[in-house]
Nanobody
C-alpha cells in the first residue's frame, strides 16, 4: 500500500524558515505530479506549489519568491522550502502525489500525506 509521510512542521517566528519533507513508500512505479497544499485555521485548503512530472513548477502568488518546491524521484520524495515566513503562512500543510503503482492495473491515483502543522508567530 502506498503511503506518504510528512515531516518538518514547527513553530517559528516571523521571518524564519522551514523545510517540509514528504516521502512516499510502497509499490510505486512512477510519481507524477506533486503538489503541496495548506489549510489555514477556519479556511479551505489552498494550493501552494506544484511540481509537474517532467514539467515545470508552479508557485502560488501568495508565496512566490519565498517558497520553493523540489523533488527527488529516486527517493519518491518532495520538499517545500519556506523562507521569510509570515503569520498568514500558519496552516496545516499537506503533500499530494499522483502515483502510478506497480500493483494492479497500474491505475494512477492521488495520495495524501497526514499533514504537518506550521505555526508562524508574530
Amino acid at each position: 500500500q502506498v503511503q506518504l509521510v510528512e515531516s518538518g512542521g514547527d513553530l517559528v517566528q516571523t521571518g524564519g524558515s522551514l523545510s517540509l519533507s514528504c516521502v512516499a513508500s510502497g509499490p510505486i512505479y512512477i510519481v507524477k505530479d506533486i503538489k503541496w497544499w495548506r489549510q489555514p485555521p477556519g479556511r479551505g485548503r489552498e494550493l501552494v506549489a506544484t511540481s509537474k512530472w517532467r514539467g515545470n513548477v508552479d508557485i502560488a502568488d501568495s508565496v512566490k519568491g519565498r517558497f520553493a518546491i523540489s523533488r527527488d524521484d529516486a527517493k519518491s520524495a518532495s520538499y517545500l522550502q519556506m523562507t521569510n515566513l509570515k503569520p498568514d503562512d500558519t496552516a496545516v500543510y499537506y503533500c499530494n502525489f499522483r502515483i502510478v503503482p506497480t500493483t494492479g492495473a497500474r491505475r494512477e491515483a492521488d495520495y495524501w500525506g497526514q499533514g504537518t502543522q506550521v505555526t508562524v508567530s508574530s
